[in-house]
Nanobody, 127 residues
Framework: QVQLVESGGGLVQAGGSLRLSCAAS??????????VAWFRQAPGNEREFVAAFAFGGRATFHAGSVKGRFTISRDNARNAVYLQMNSLKAEDTALYYC??????????????????WGQGTQVTVSS
């Protein structure tokens, strides 16, 4: 069974920073062979893609709304993925989810591309 556990969320003022972490575990789960991603969902909104890090290389993808402010990274030795969030805005307020999967070229930026999900960590940005 695969578990993804997010941490690092909280309340921050606009312009501030937070670093989210996601720890992956599972007896037969080979973390390094999976793409990992962050999604977020604000109340009343659909879940949206934030960032992804492909396995086996350095390819990263960031949503236009966070490009230049957020950075995804991963540490395969620790089975962990991170999201550094700088210059936070009120519109970044959401529940942030970590995900892992093996998306193809058409669904890397979509929820459907990911099989495993964490429970989420709340990020609230006050203006």
């Amino acid at each position: 069974q695969v578990q993804l556990v997010e941490s690092g969320g909280g309340l921050v003022q606009a312009g501030g920073s937070l670093r989210l972490s996601c720890a992956a575990s599972g007896r037969t789960f080979t973390f390094s062979t999976y793409d990992v991603a962050w999604f977020r969902q604000a109340p009343g909104n659909e879940r949206e893609f934030v960032a992804a890090f492909a396995f086996g290389g350095r390819a990263t993808f960031h949503a236009g709304s966070v490009k230049g402010r957020f950075t995804i990274s991963r540490d395969n030795a620790r089975n962990a993925v991170y999201l550094q969030m700088n210059s936070l805005k009120a519109e970044d307020t959401a529940l942030y989810y970590c995900a892992a999967g093996r998306p193809d070229g058409t669904n890397r930026l979509q929820s459907e591309g990911y099989l495993y999900w964490g429970q989420g960590t709340q990020v609230t940005v006050s203006s």
